[in-house]
Every structure is written in structure tokens, then in C-alpha cells.
């Protein structure tokens, strides 16, 4: 019962990122780091990495043990 908390949180938390991710990209935005700006295919990887994180865990979260 713990692990399945556990996958639905971490499904949600990285559903919560992978949401800003996207709204970065859609929106135009531009993340600044003091005199760095992040490149836009940062956000395409982190969206790309956190989108499967979240995906993967909401499938073993859904599976029924």
C-alpha cells in the first residue's frame, strides 16, 4: 500500500513539472539564470524526461498487485 502512495505522488509531482516544462515552451519564456539564458532544448529534455518519469509511474501505480 505504501509503494502505491508512493507512485501516485511521484506521478503527480512529475506531472507538476512536466506541465512547466511545457508551459515554457508554449509560452515563450525565457528561463535566466543570473547573466545565463537556458536554452530552450533544456526545457524540451526536461519535459521529454519528466513526461516518461510520470507516465512510467502512474502505469505501476495503476497496476493492481
Not at 505504501?2 to 515563450?28: D, E, P
Not at 545565463?36 to 519535459?47: D, R, T
Not at 521529454?48 to 518519469?53: A, D, E, I, K, Q
Request: charged content about 10%; proline content about 2%; hydrophobic content about 55%.
Amino acid at each position: 500500500m505504501v509503494s502505491r502512495n508512493y507512485f501516485f505522488f511521484a506521478s503527480l509531482l512529475f506531472a507538476v513539472v512536466f506541465l512547466v516544462h511545457v508551459l515554457i515552451l508554449v509560452s515563450g519564456w525565457t528561463l535566466r539564470i543570473e547573466n545565463f539564458n537556458v536554452p530552450k532544448f533544456i526545457s524540451v529534455l526536461g519535459a521529454l524526461v519528466t513526461g516518461f518519469f510520470s507516465y512510467k509511474s502512474f502505469v505501476y501505480w495503476h497496476q493492481k498487485n
